[in-house]
């Protein structure tokens, strides 16, 4: 009987070193695709314009690349029951686009700053109201449990990044005025709480560029842009957009 516990022990050992270590590939094969994009000082010259910053929060859970999402609470004047990363404006005091992201991160899900492991800025793209947003990607814990700022945020969750390279859950409209190539729309249903949400417009084409990313997977729908070389698409749409101003 003992030899049995003692041989049920070992297996248990092995799998969660195995475990640790696939986790531990995933995220680190992540991160240096990722490093590959981040834009550095490579937009510096750009004039000052209202910014924001989202952060694209990953971890591994389950063998599988995550992200967390928020909905907004209904509270907000603004973008109420929308699905979004955590993120906001920035705020004079911001040091700089990983600043505001960290910072509004924390007021909206508690996220401690110094539990972020951030791995690059991705190209600023502009939001329907205007906005030059930065997306900041960085890992976090997978044990990390939210604390929700109730008048900012109703719901955290979490969903596998290969939703969204994945036609099965995907929609697409096209011709949307002010929207370049398709507007990509996702359904996920939380099976941790049974909730489903609809994932769309900005968020959900910034969770299919890093997924695409950071799982080296082309998408199986059209995204509208060259994944190989998203950089070329997106900041040709910046300068168009810049020139309209």
């Known amino acids: 009987m003992f030899s ?66 928020t909905l907004r609470s209904q509270e907000l004047r603004t973008g109420a029951g929308e699905v979004c990363f955590p993120g906001g404006k920035r705020d004079p005091s911001d040091q700089d686009d990983v600043h505001t992201a960290l910072r509004e991160a924390h007021e909206e899900i508690g996220l401690p700053p110094d539990q972020v492991e951030v791995v690059c800025t991705l190209f600023p793209v502009f939001s329907k109201k205007g906005l030059l947003v930065s997306p900041v990607v960085g890992f976090i ?15 955290v969750f979490a969903v596998p990044l290969d939703l969204f390279t994945r036609e099965k859950d995907h929609y697409a409209t096209h011709g949307v005025a002010g929207v370049t190539g398709p507007l990509h729309s996702f359904y996920f249903r939380d ?53 309209k101003l």
């Open 4 to 69: 049995v516990l003692q041989k049920l022990k070992k297996i248990v050992t092995i799998r969660k070193v195995l475990m640790y270590g696939t986790t531990m590939l995933l995220k680190e094969e992540a991160v240096a695709t990722l490093k590959q994009f981040d834009i550095g000082e490579k937009f510096s010259y750009l004039p000052v314009l209202p910014k924001a910053s989202v952060l694209i929060p990953l971890f591994v859970r389950g063998g599988q690349l995550h992200t967390l999402l």
């Open 141 to 155: 814990e997978e044990t990390f449990i939210p604390a929700l700022n109730p008048s900012e945020v109703s719901a």
């Open 191 to 243: 099976p941790a709480s049974g909730n489903q949400y609809h994932i769309w417009g900005l968020t959900a084409m910034l969770a299919t560029l890093v997924g695409a990313l950071a799982l080296k997977k082309k998408p199986e729908f059209d995204v509208g842009f060259d994944i190989l070389d998203p950089f070329t698409f997106f900041k040709k749409i910046l300068h168009k957009r810049l020139s």
